[in-house]
Antibody, heavy 120, light 107 residues
Framework: EEQVVESGGGLGQPGGSLRLSCVVS????????FNWVRQAPGKGLEWLAY????????YYANSARGRFTISRDNARGSLFLQMNSLRVDDTAVYYC?????????????WGQGTMVTVAS | DIQLTQSPSFLSASVGDRVIITCRAS??????LAWYQQKPGKAPKLLIS???NLHSGVPSRFSGSGSGTEFTLTISSLQPEDFATYYC??????????FGPGTKVDI
């Protein structure tokens, strides 16, 4: 079964940093592009960042650009989201989502999410 | 930025009903549109990609149509497990993979 599992969530301080991680099983990590998506409590889905399979190209939503960095370590099969200058409104569940291969242009495999709470 | 709107935002329906959800894009996205289902406390689940391609394992009562700026998700006969929130997403622009605001389907 193809799975992704996020970790690294928890309580962060305003102005502080957190690093989220995502590991996969059941498929070859370094052949897929990935995304981070978040969902604030009671709100809709918000796409944050995308990274190519090689890790050389990244795109960000306006809300993430300049504060968040998506990266990956293909040798270790891991995806990351470095979150700096945290704000209270970054409180959300953060999902790692695989970008489908070939003609499947969609996010086809999602993790269960990791909760980030930003509060003092 | 490409904006997506969904209508209705909330839908009250009964088991067996035919349900239609509309997603409109602010500009032409050809068929780069996906639909997801999300139940409370769970991750979203892909239903439809490329506007009309049913994802593997998704029941055939779900179907998608449309192109350009107007798209629909149809559930032909609503089942108890279909009560959830549905999101559309545009993937036409690699700069921003926007989601729609969601449609909650409730009893």
């Amino acid at each position: 079964e193809e799975q992704v599992v996020e970790s690294g969530g928890g309580l962060g301080q305003p102005g502080g940093s957190l690093r989220l991680s995502c590991v996969v099983s059941g498929f070859t990590f370094d052949t897929y592009e990935f995304n981070w998506v978040r969902q604030a409590p009671g709100k809709g889905l918000e796409w944050l960042a995308y990274i190519t399979a090689s890790g050389y190209t990244m795109y960000y939503a306006n809300s993430a650009r300049g504060r968040f960095t998506i990266s990956r370590d293909n040798a270790r099969g891991s995806l990351f989201l470095q979150m700096n200058s945290l704000r209270v409104d970054d409180t959300a569940v953060y999902y790692c989502a695989r970008f489908g291969s070939g003609s499947l242009s969609a996010f086809d495999v999602w993790g269960q999410g990791t909760m980030v709470t930003v509060a003092s | 930025d490409i904006q997506l709107t969904q209508s209705p935002s909330f839908l009250s329906a009964s088991v067996g009903d035919r349900v239609i959800i509309t997603c409109r894009a602010s500009e032409d996205i050809t068929t780069f549109l996906a639909w997801y289902q999300q139940k409370p406390g769970k991750a979203p689940k892909l239903l439809i990609s490329g506007a009309s391609n049913l994802h593997s394992g998704v029941p055939s009562r779900f179907s998608g149509s449309g192109s350009g700026t107007e798209f629909t998700l149809t559930i032909s006969s609503l089942q108890p497990e279909d009560f959830a929130t549905y999101y559309c997403q545009q993937l036409n622009s690699y700069l921003k993979f926007t989601f729609g605001p969601g449609t909650k389907v409730d009893i």
